[in-house]
């Protein structure tokens, strides 16, 4: 299996590529982003795009790869509808059309998040992009699926990029098998989150929309 990974740099991103690197039947992994990722793996190659907006021009680098998972995603946090939508849903769409037509039959995941509004009608502004997201990448003729983890748990050396986040996973970190344990549907961990995509990708279920109990009990 060839596998595309986005978001690399990010927990989630890290923490899925560590899995695919691992993970036997993974053939490669391509790692597309705006800077290099700084390592390097005998699987691993790099493709450093500009524009996440627009593809047409890296189609070629993209094309023979089986499944690809997509875990760029920003906080929504003193962002306006604009700019956030622009970089949640035009980029993901951009990269899954892109996907669509040079790799037909594959699959795409996309990491959501728990209370994404797939209605696209609710107050929140952020859970109504990403349930717009959701929606139209499910709706791409591919295999296309929706990833809603709550509180991830980074294992295996994996960091947030961000300072203030990394000081939270430390707290939290400590207290995660208490949270485990006092909230199971809500918690799980960058390991059983990239297994999960992994499992998606080799049997592309009828099931769309994972949560973190399906990512735990994978």
Known sequence: MKVIVFGASGMVGQGVLRECLVASDVESVLVVGRRPLGRSHEKLTELVHGDFADFSSVREQLTGYDACFFCLGVSSVGMKEPEYTRITYDYTLAAARTLAEVNP????VYVSGAGTDST??????WARVKG??????????????AFRPGYIQPLHGVTSPHRWMRITYGVF?????LLNKVMPKATTTTEKLGLAMLHVARTQPEQKVFYSTDFNAL
């Open 132 to 145: 717009k997201t959701e929606n139209d990448v499910i709706a791409l003729p591919l295999h296309g699926y």
């Open 120 to 125: 696209e009608k609710g107050k929140q502004m």
């Open 105 to 108: 039959g594959s699959t795409f």
């Open 173 to 177: 970190g400590k207290a995660y098998p």
